[in-house]
């Protein structure tokens, strides 16, 4: 990779582009009205209360007006990149490290923004097939506060970045499996359970360890929604699991892998690097400070966690899950010794 194909256009990918097609899929659903019109006092109205007394304006909460560096919009050290400690890193120019870490961060906005609209839509789909009113009303904020989230990525990449990339297959495909489900339960597994636990991963990450005050604020604001929508996920299906036989357990248990390992293929995003003319196995070649898989283990952590917790993970997936987990410890000792004093206490 040289500067000369630097220099290129990077098609669909180096400016922003209005006016794409949405994308499209079929959703036959059965819709729920409940009603007794019962708010008895709940595990469910207490979370509802607690969100309509956080409520927060995008615009006037957090203050847009720092200058980010346009090589590193997230004020990230390089120690996150898949790339970073590899022969293929060390190969690079300043200037061509720099185009890496600005569209391997782009890219990363770029997915917070479309995992924030397919929440909203997965919220508006539960407020139609979730029985009780009080669940309702919970989605229904739930809906406006992605709406919120979206227009904070929406205006970090049009304001504060410049540069987008479409979703990720990966991603793609898991929030299609999910929300063309009619059985709801699957709708939260797919965005209250994995899409949202991997975020509040990310959102972590990004609130400890990035050097912005934007960046932290953003993250921090974001995170304490999300942890409310896990909330609720997890307890809705804690309560609806054991009502299912083991045959449509095992069926939730499948899915949950599919969609973990779909989750974690995001981490080598193939498309960042076909764009940047840049070949990147999947296996780092050398011991960075922080390995890919580290990275992995150590953002997916509460995804291991709250399957183990619900049921959907047993024998050689709970082995695993355990492994994965051991990695995250292992590469929180990396960061602290490569980020003196940067690692602040972790948010369960």
């Known amino acids: 990779m040289t500067a000369q194909i630097f220099s290129q256009a990077l098609v669909g990918v180096d400016s922003l582009r209005p006016g794409l097609p949405p994308s499209v899929f079929q959703a036959g659903i059965d819709v729920a009205i409940d009603q007794s019109y019962e708010l008895k006092p709940s595990w469910r109205s207490q979370l509802y209360g607690k969100g309509k007394s956080l409520q927060w304006d995008a615009m006037n909460r957090i203050d847009w007006s720092e200058t980010l560096d346009p090589e590193n919009p997230l004020c990230y050290a390089d120690v996150f990149l898949p790339v970073y400690g590899t022969k293929n890193w060390a190969k690079l120019s300043k200037q061509d490290q720099a185009q890496v870490r600005q569209h391997y961060q782009a890219y990363t906005v770029s997915q917070f923004l479309h995992g924030e609209q397919a929440a909203m839509l997965a919220a508006g789909r539960l407020i139609e097939v979730l029985p009780e009113l009080s669940a309702k009303n919970f989605a229904a904020q739930q809906a406006a506060d992605e709406a919120r989230h979206a227009e904070v990525f929406s205006h970090l990449l049009h304001n504060k970045i410049g540069i987008f990339y479409d979703f990720d297959d990966g991603i793609s495909s898991l929030i299609r499996w999910g929300l063309s489900d009619r059985r709801w339960d699957f709708v939260v597994l797919t965005t209250q359970v994995l899409l949202e636990g991997l975020a509040l991963g990310m959102l972590q990450q990004l609130r400890d360890f990035s050097k912005s005050p934007l960046i932290q604020n953003i993250a921090s604001y974001v995170m304490a929604d999300e942890a409310r ?120």
């Open 229 to 348: 929508h896990v909330a609720f996920g997890l307890q809705e299906l804690e309560q609806f699991y054991p009502q299912l036989t083991a045959v449509e357990l095992r069926e939730r248990a499948e899915f949950a892998q599919e969609g973990l390992q779909a989750l974690r293929r995001r981490f080598n995003p193939n498309v960042a690097w076909r764009n940047l003319r840049m070949e990147v196995p999947l296996e780092m070649s050398d011991s960075p400070p922080i390995s890919l898989e580290q990275t992995i283990s150590r953002l997916t952590r509460r995804l291991d966690t709250m399957l183990i917790k619900l049921g959907l993970v047993d024998g050689e997936g709970s082995a695993a899950a355990s492994e994965r987990l051991a990695h995250w410890h292992s590469a929180d000792e990396s960061l602290n010794q490569n980020n003196p004093g940067a690692l602040k206490p972790a948010v369960s």
